[in-house]
C-alpha cells in the first residue's frame, strides 16, 4: 500500500512539472513579447521552434574565440531545451548554418532562400513546416563591422538564441539578451533560462497560439 501511495505521488509531481511551467509576471511579459511571430501575412502569430535535432556548422571564420561561445552557447541550449543538438561537418544534416562574414565566398555557400535575406550588416532566413516546427536555419554575422571581441561575441550569442524561434525583441527587460538594444550581456542567467525552458516546454507545441499557451503558464 505504501509503494502504491509512493508511486501515485511520483507520477503526481511528474505531471506537475510537465504541465507547470509557471513565469513570474516579469518573466511572462518578455515571453509574450517575443515568443509568438508570423510566419506569414494574414497568418495568426504562433510559436515556431525546433522539434527535430540540430546540426550546426560555422563558416566564414575560424576564430577560437567565436567558436568557443558559439559551442558554449549551443551547449547551454541543449540542456535548456533538450534537444539534440551537435555540431557537423556533414552538409547533408547540417541544417543550422552560421555565417560569420558577409562576404561573396562565404555567402556563396548558403541556400539560394537565404541569400535573399543577407545584406551588408547580416541577417537570417528559418524554413518551418505547416506545424509551424523549425527545420533549418541559416544566419549571417558581418563581424567586421563590430568594434572589439565583446561586441562580436554579444552578437553572435544573441542572435542564435533567437534562431530557437525566440525572433522578437523585448522592450520591457533592459538585463536580458532579449532586449531589444544592445546591453552587452554575454550570459543566459536564471530571468532567460526560465523563458528559454518556458518556450521549450513539451506541452507548449509549435503551432500554439497566446490564447492557447496562456493556461500552461498560469
Same mark, same amino acid.
Given at each position: 500500500?505504501?509503494? =502504491?501511495?509512493?508511486?501515485?505521488?511520483?507520477?503526481?509531481? /511528474?505531471?506537475?512539472? @510537465?504541465?507547470?511551467?509557471? !513565469?513570474?509576471?516579469?518573466?511572462?511579459?518578455?515571453?509574450?513579447?517575443?515568443?509568438?511571430?508570423?510566419?506569414?501575412?494574414?497568418?495568426?502569430?504562433?510559436?515556431?521552434?525546433?522539434?527535430?535535432?540540430?546540426?550546426?556548422?560555422?563558416?566564414?571564420?575560424? /576564430?577560437?574565440?567565436?567558436?568557443?561561445?558559439?559551442?558554449?552557447?549551443?551547449?547551454?541550449?541543449?540542456? =535548456?531545451?533538450? !534537444?539534440?543538438?551537435?555540431? /557537423?561537418? #556533414?552538409?547533408?544534416?547540417?541544417?543550422?548554418?552560421? @555565417? =560569420?562574414?558577409? #562576404?561573396?565566398?562565404?555567402?556563396?555557400?548558403? $541556400?539560394?532562400?537565404?541569400?535573399?535575406?543577407?545584406?551588408?550588416?547580416?541577417?537570417? +532566413?528559418?524554413?518551418?513546416?505547416?506545424?509551424?516546427?523549425?527545420?533549418?536555419?541559416?544566419?549571417?554575422? +558581418?563581424? $567586421?563591422?563590430?568594434?572589439?571581441?565583446?561586441?562580436?561575441?554579444? +552578437?553572435?550569442?544573441?542572435?542564435?538564441?533567437?534562431?530557437?524561434? !525566440?525572433?522578437?525583441?523585448?522592450?520591457?527587460?533592459?538585463? $536580458? =539578451?532579449?532586449?531589444?538594444?544592445?546591453?552587452?550581456?554575454?550570459?543566459?542567467?536564471?530571468?532567460? $533560462?526560465?523563458?528559454?525552458?518556458?518556450?521549450?516546454?513539451?506541452?507548449?507545441?509549435?503551432?500554439?497560439?497566446?490564447?492557447?499557451?496562456?493556461? !500552461?503558464?498560469?
Amino acid at each position: 500500500m505504501k509503494k =502504491l501511495s509512493f508511486l501515485i505521488l511520483l507520477f503526481f509531481i /511528474s505531471a506537475i512539472a @510537465a504541465f507547470g511551467q509557471k !513565469l513570474t509576471p516579469k518573466e511572462k511579459i518578455v515571453f509574450d513579447e517575443i515568443a509568438y511571430h508570423r510566419f506569414r501575412t494574414g497568418e495568426y502569430e504562433k510559436i515556431h521552434k525546433w522539434v527535430v535535432p540540430i546540426r550546426y556548422k560555422v563558416i566564414g571564420d575560424s /576564430s577560437k574565440y567565436i567558436l568557443n561561445e558559439i559551442d558554449t552557447t549551443f551547449s547551454e541550449l541543449a540542456r =535548456l531545451t533538450n !534537444l539534440d543538438i551537435q555540431k /557537423s561537418d #556533414d552538409d547533408d544534416e547540417v541544417n543550422f548554418i552560421i @555565417a =560569420l562574414r558577409n #562576404d561573396v565566398e562565404t555567402i556563396a555557400q548558403l $541556400s539560394e532562400h537565404a541569400k535573399r535575406y543577407a545584406n551588408t550588416t547580416g541577417g537570417f +532566413a528559418y524554413k518551418a513546416n505547416k506545424k509551424s516546427e523549425i527545420y533549418r536555419l541559416e544566419r549571417v554575422f +558581418a563581424i $567586421s563591422k563590430y568594434r572589439n571581441k565583446a561586441d562580436v561575441r554579444y +552578437a553572435v550569442k544573441k542572435g542564435i538564441i533567437g534562431g530557437f524561434g !525566440l525572433f522578437k525583441k523585448s522592450e520591457n527587460a533592459p538585463k $536580458s =539578451l532579449f532586449y531589444e538594444a544592445n546591453n552587452g550581456k554575454l550570459k543566459i542567467d536564471a530571468f532567460d $533560462s526560465a523563458i528559454i525552458t518556458a518556450f521549450y516546454n513539451e506541452n507548449i507545441k509549435a503551432g500554439m497560439t497566446k490564447e492557447e499557451v496562456d493556461p !500552461l503558464l498560469q
